[in-house]
């Protein structure tokens, strides 16, 4: 039995476990055959990869792609990189449990769109994603689970665990939801925690206006050099748009 290539589902998208001794050219064969014998239950959505085992040149992780998308009715539409030095300064702040499920193709999608990242479903503890594009969660980020972006997140339910827009600098980036008590945010530079929290910078909190809606969405973003959060309204988006 064949053991230089192993494929893992999880809700975040598709591990791919490669030998890191074996030839390259034999484990395309390999990931070619893997695919094809798995193509029925990976179903045809778009997901995201996870490459363990071995370090991938940016040649081979696209040869790697296309032998996924040409063996399978997936599409891999990027490659999450676990040990990237953004994600190696996110986790240190918190415990990344690794939770492996078999794939629900109808609660955890992702897919490409006009530059964002989409994912449908809710993100638990252990479960990450990873990008360079905007993201849209439409669900909950539970606490343990970690959303990274090069650009602004947006979550269309609660963010209870931890978020870090703007990873590649971008101090403009945001982090919106529908319920916003994370107990870790990132944007750029600038970091905060939860009120509970004992040390660290906190997240401050802009009091909402009278007449506010306790149901309106809410927004991190840096002023003066510090996250805060603050409905997302009028009020915001003006404040924003004239930076």
Avoid: W
């Amino acid at each position: 039995m064949n053991d230089t290539v192993t494929i893992k589902g999880t809700k975040s998208g598709i591990i791919l476990v490669l030998d890191g001794d074996a030839p390259f050219e034999s484990l395309k064969d390999e990931i070619a055959i893997k695919f094809q014998e798995a193509s029925g239950f990976l179903g045809s959505s778009n997901m995201g990869l996870i490459v363990r085992g071995r370090k991938l040149s940016e040649s081979e992780e696209r040869q790697v792609i296309d032998i996924i998308n040409d063996n399978s009715s997936l599409k891999i539409v990027c490659i999450i990189d676990e040990e990237a030095d953004i994600e190696k300064r996110f986790a240190s702040a918190v415990s990344n449990a690794t939770e492996e499920v078999e794939p629900n193709i109808e609660q955890a999608v992702l897919s490409n769109n006009n530059n964002a990242l989409i994912y449908k479903g809710n993100l638990r503890s252990g479960q990450d994603i990873s990008c360079e594009q905007n993201v849209v969660i439409l669900g909950d980020v539970k606490p343990g689970a970690n959303v990274v972006s090069y650009g602004s997140i947006f979550i269309l339910g609660e963010l209870r665990g931890n978020a870090f827009a703007g990873a590649g600098g971008d101090r403009n980036a945001v982090i919106m939801s529908l319920k916003l008590d994370p107990l870790q945010v990132r944007i750029a530079d600038a970091i905060a925690i939860s009120q509970d929290a004992d040390k660290g910078p906190k997240l401050r909190i802009r009091k909402k206006k009278p007449g506010t809606s306790v149901d309106e969405p809410e927004v991190a973003y840096i002023c003066d050099g510090h996250i805060v959060k603050t409905s997302y309204g009028p009020g915001f988006l003006r404040q924003y748009n004239n930076k």
